[in-house]
């Protein structure tokens, strides 16, 4: 049966047809190796734009869905997840796996809603983790490795860590000095994280390569106290990206290896963390492959990357209703989403999340400043425009709230956390948590 599969996809990737990135999802993955290892140059660029337009085609129907969830008598405020969507982020993402061999692993802190862990899990090759509860989420609900980096451990938590992770990252040669023998003991793969002495991230509060950062260890430190470590050591770590294309990741790759290139040889694994948005529209896959296939020829090592965002990039929305208008100035809508407590990262980056039908302000008919209902004074979105007046119980749906909105949200105020609900394959909608009092309750005194 594959083999006429794969002569059927090679066929339809020769012709162009825009079948052929179904077919070829469909295939195992001997099969989608054999694809790959049979096609040209040219043609398998020609694959890789069919996917992604493939991809692209499968979001503008999800957003129609989302819209028309929105539009009916859902509960609100909540978190709604399309897994069909974050399956069409998860297999471009594992063509990047086949046309590498690179590992990929889901970095939890961006998102941990574990009702779609089974379907990633099919994908992926498991889970990082910063810390204990993360790790144990990983062991227990992903399938797959799991990577644990923190910038510092206690040994009670680094125990906890030990009994769900395959890897354990050190952050200082210090803490490796400290636990590297129990985390050995325990059968673990040891990394180092390493400040790869370049970045481009432009909000300095997320840039882990800023002045004084504590994140990753600097050349200096390493070329000194690394020779007297080398016996214990399996792998690098570096993150010094955030949001960014894989343009950006060749010009860090340049001063890694001119920085800790001699160190490679010999080693296990090299990390190159997270930040890659690989499932954007305009990202550079085939960049990215060439960058990793080139790594892996110079230095003889595994890579691994540990993307976040991109596993759910604009695979859930935030959807919220308007509760009252108020006057000041400006007409104000109040909706029972917060930024302060549903989507904090509006207010810590700070960006101005967009809202679906929507256009900056004054450029449609009639515009508003939307905001939340806690008393923080600064609980704002931002200002919008709409083609129609809004009215109090019309519902708004924040884009791309999958990632590092659930993750953070709080009960400030006591205002409940939103309702987390899927859609599942064949469109049925599944609320998976529903938030109350014990929850916030419970995490009090």
Same mark, same amino acid.
């Given at each position: 049966?594959?083999?006429?599969?794969?002569?059927?996809?090679?066929?339809?990737?020769?012709?162009?047809?825009?079948?052929?990135?179904?077919?070829?999802?469909?295939?195992?993955?001997?099969?989608?190796?054999?694809?790959?290892?049979?096609?040209?140059?040219?043609?398998?660029?020609?694959?890789?734009? @069919?996917?992604?337009?493939?991809?692209?085609? /499968?979001?503008?129907? &999800?957003?129609?869905?989302? *819209?028309?969830?929105?539009?009916?008598?859902?509960?609100?405020?909540?978190?709604?997840?399309?897994?069909?969507?974050?399956?069409?982020?998860?297999?471009?993402?594992?063509?990047?796996?086949?046309?590498? &061999?690179?590992?990929? *692993?889901?970095?939890?802190?961006?998102?941990?809603?574990?009702?779609?862990?089974?379907?990633? #899990?099919?994908?992926?090759?498991?889970?990082?983790?910063?810390?204990?509860?993360?790790?144990?989420?990983?062991?227990?609900?992903?399938?797959?490795?799991?990577?644990?980096?923190?910038?510092?451990?206690?040994?009670?938590?680094?125990?906890?860590?030990?009994?769900? =992770?395959? !890897?354990?990252?050190?952050?200082?040669?210090?803490?490796?000095?400290?636990?590297?023998?129990?985390?050995?003991?325990?059968?673990?793969?040891?990394?180092?994280?390493?400040?790869? #002495?370049?970045?481009?991230?432009? +909000?300095?509060?997320?840039?882990?390569?800023?002045?004084?950062?504590?994140? #990753?260890?600097?050349?200096?430190?390493?070329?000194?106290?690394?020779?007297?470590? /080398?016996?214990?050591?399996?792998?690098?770590?570096?993150?010094?990206?955030?949001?960014?294309?894989?343009?950006?990741?060749?010009?860090?790759?340049? +001063?890694?290896?001119?920085?800790?290139?001699?160190?490679?040889?010999?080693?296990?694994?090299?990390?190159?963390?997270?930040?890659?948005?690989?499932?954007?529209?305009?990202?550079?896959?085939?960049?990215?492959?060439?960058?990793?296939?080139?790594?892996?020829?110079?230095?003889?090592?595994?890579?691994?990357?540990?993307?976040?965002?991109? =596993?759910?990039?604009?695979?859930?929305?935030?959807?919220?209703?308007?509760?009252?208008?108020?006057?000041?100035?400006?007409?104000?809508?109040?909706?029972?989403?917060?930024?302060?407590?549903?989507?904090?990262?509006?207010?810590?980056?700070?960006?101005?999340?967009?809202?679906?039908?929507?256009?900056?302000?004054?450029?449609?008919?009639?515009?508003?400043?939307?905001?939340?209902? !806690?008393?923080?004074?600064?609980?704002?979105?931002?200002?919008? =425009?709409?083609?129609?007046?809004?009215?109090?119980?019309?519902?708004?749906?924040?884009?791309?709230?999958?990632?590092? !909105?659930?993750?953070? =949200?709080?009960?400030?105020?006591? @205002?409940?956390?939103?309702?987390?609900?899927?859609?599942?394959? &064949?469109?049925?909608?599944?609320?998976?948590?529903?938030? &109350?009092?014990?929850?916030?309750?419970?995490? *009090?005194?």
């Amino acid at each position: 049966m594959d083999g006429s599969g794969i002569e059927s996809t090679i066929r339809a990737i020769t012709a162009k047809d825009r079948r052929a990135a179904g077919e070829y999802h469909a295939l195992s993955d001997g099969a989608r190796k054999e694809v790959i290892d049979a096609l040209g140059r040219s043609a398998v660029e020609s694959l890789t734009h @069919i996917i992604k337009n493939a991809k692209k085609e /499968r979001f503008e129907a &999800g957003y129609e869905r989302f *819209l028309a969830i929105a539009n009916d008598a859902i509960r609100t405020p909540v978190y709604l997840l399309d897994e069909t969507l974050i399956e069409e982020n998860m297999r471009v993402t594992r063509y990047v796996k086949d046309r590498t &061999g690179c590992k990929i *692993l889901h970095a939890l802190k961006a998102y941990a809603s574990f009702a779609t862990f089974p379907m990633m #899990g099919r994908y992926l090759d498991g889970t990082c983790a910063s810390g204990a509860n993360e790790a144990r989420l990983g062991h227990e609900e992903f399938a797959g490795e799991v990577h644990t980096f923190a910038a510092a451990y206690k040994e009670e938590e680094l125990r906890r860590i030990l009994r769900y =992770s395959n !890897s354990i990252i050190f952050n200082s040669f210090y803490q490796l000095d400290k636990f590297g023998k129990m985390a050995r003991k325990n059968g673990k793969e040891i990394g180092l994280r390493v400040n790869p #002495g370049y970045a481009e991230v432009a +909000t300095e509060i997320y840039n882990p390569c800023a002045p004084c950062s504590r994140l #990753g260890i600097t050349h200096e430190v390493f070329a000194e106290e690394f020779p007297k470590y /080398r016996h214990m050591v399996d792998g690098l770590h570096f993150h010094a990206m955030c949001e960014q294309n894989s343009d950006v990741l060749e010009r860090i790759l340049d +001063t890694f290896g001119k920085l800790y290139g001699r160190y490679v040889q010999g080693l296990r694994w090299v990390n190159f963390g997270g930040g890659h948005h690989i499932t954007r529209d305009d990202y550079d896959i085939e960049r990215l492959i060439k960058l990793i296939n080139a790594f892996k020829r110079e230095y003889d090592v595994q890579v691994y990357l540990e993307p976040g965002e991109s =596993s759910v990039y604009n695979a859930g929305v935030l959807i919220s209703s308007v509760l009252d208008i108020v006057r000041n100035e400006m007409e104000v809508a109040i909706v029972d989403a917060s930024a302060e407590t549903h989507m904090p990262d509006v207010l810590l980056m700070p960006y101005r999340p967009h809202i679906m039908k929507s256009a900056p302000p004054h450029e449609l008919a009639h515009t508003y400043r939307v905001a939340g209902p !806690s008393c923080l004074a600064g609980d704002v979105m931002g200002d919008y =425009s709409f083609v129609r007046p809004l009215d109090r119980g019309d519902k708004l749906a924040f884009t791309d709230m999958a990632l590092y !909105s659930i993750v953070k =949200s709080t009960t400030f105020n006591g @205002i409940n956390l939103p309702d987390i609900a899927v859609i599942r394959d &064949g469109g049925t909608i599944e609320v998976v948590k529903r938030f &109350g009092y014990k929850d916030y309750r419970g995490r *009090l005194s």
